[in-house]
């Protein structure tokens, strides 16, 4: 249970110092967590939304725009990248 508890710390940590800079580089997120970007923001998201932080209410809402927005971002990657693969192949 520690080791979940400050795990769990230690990625609001990390999200908070980058909050203001669009969440933090991909690649820290991956050596520090062993997490694609994608999945370390559902996790954060996950988190602040249970309550389960001592995060102000400010902070609080700062993390979530800053997880959606990653989450809405990467998806839309995802969708673009598809659609020109699927173009390439036909």
């Keep these: 249970m520690t080791n979940s508890v400050n795990t769990t710390q230690l990625m609001l940590d990390f999200a908070c110092s980058w909050r203001r ?37 400010e902070t609080a809402d700062e993390l979530l725009k800053v997880c959606r927005r990653r989450l809405w971002t990467d998806r839309s990657q995802h969708s673009a990248a598809r659609a020109r693969s699927l173009r390439h192949s036909a």
């Design 21 to 57: 800079f669009g969440g933090g580089p991909d690649e820290d997120i991956m050596v520090r967590f062993g997490l694609s970007a994608p999945e370390f923001f559902r996790r954060v998201e996950r988190i602040v939304q249970s309550g389960q932080h001592r995060l102000d209410a």
